[in-house]
């Protein structure tokens, strides 16, 4: 193909480190290529879904090649891909599955390519179990409820805390906020000030928990998820016990390998391609 291929990555806010990895990531990798044109866009924050759908529409009036999507919610973000599909835009979805019935109503497929969020969620969550008795009580501090990797990572940690059987006293969202996560978590332990620990669905919002914690002088065992930058001094320090590295810096790049692939026949156009995690402890 000798063509310049035009390739766009569609993300969720770029105020967040892990997206910011994410966009280093690929803008090398294009960097390292003649033949690809990458235009980046993403969202301010992390629950502007119509935002992205517009974005994703952007794109297909651009006459790109191809879109690698990071979806904000799986089910309202699989009809602007759709369009894309039948635009003949090869489509790759990464790091949070579109849903799965929703395509099949739009009849079009799209290949999943990221990691298993529920193992990875289960495997830190039982670091944290290790560290805590049957019957303590623990709160899970939830993404955005609408994004597929958010359900499977609160499945993952529910999962370790039946097999640990422990007491969860709240699961609440906070939308992978770091301000969010520092409200509601604020009033969980008001209500319930015998929590022994807390499972964060993502770095972010263990900063946010950890801010409360700081504030009140007294530090839960906690764990999150991403391996964000901001978040490493706090697993230094053994403030955070876990998280789970899911390499943000090369998913946009394992998605784009996959379009690039798929464009000239190699790649299938379905089916889920799973990448790896790391738990750092």
Partial sequence: ?????????????????????????AIEFASSRSDIELI??????????????????????QGVDAIVLVPIDSKVLVAPAAEAVRAGIAVVNIDIMLD????????????????????????????????????DDVAIIEGLPTADNAQQRKAGFQKAIEESRLH??????????TGQAALVFDEVWKVRPQLKGVFCSNDAMALGVLD???????????????????????????KLLATVDIFSAQLAVFGIEHALKMLVGDAADEG??????LLID
């Avoid at 980046?40 to 009036?61: K, N, Y």
């Avoid at 969860?168 to 906020?177: H, K, R």
């Avoid at 889920?272 to 995690?277: A, C, E, N, R």
Wanted: aromatic share 8%; glycine share 6%.
């Fill in 1 to 25: 193909m000798s063509k310049v291929i035009k390739v766009g990555l569609v993300m969720k806010s770029l105020q967040a480190d892990f997206f910011q990895a994410m966009q280093s990531g």
């Fill in 40 to 61: 980046c866009v993403g969202t301010q924050s992390q629950t502007e879904v119509e935002e992205q759908v517009a974005l994703v529409r952007s794109l297909i009036r």
């Fill in 100 to 135: 799965a019935e929703h395509l099949r109503q739009a009849d079009v497929h799209i290949p999943f390519v990221g990691p298993d969020n529920l193992v990875a969620a289960y495997e830190v969550g039982k670091c944290l179990c290790a560290h805590l008795s049957a019957g």
């Fill in 168 to 177: 969860v006293v709240a699961s609440v969202p906070a939308n992978w906020e």
């Fill in 212 to 238: 409360v914690m700081r504030q009140r002088e007294t530090y839960l065992p906690i764990v999150g998820f991403d391996n964000d930058i901001s978040a490493q001094p706090y697993l230094r320090d053994g």
């Fill in 272 to 277: 889920v391609f799973l990448t790896p995690f």
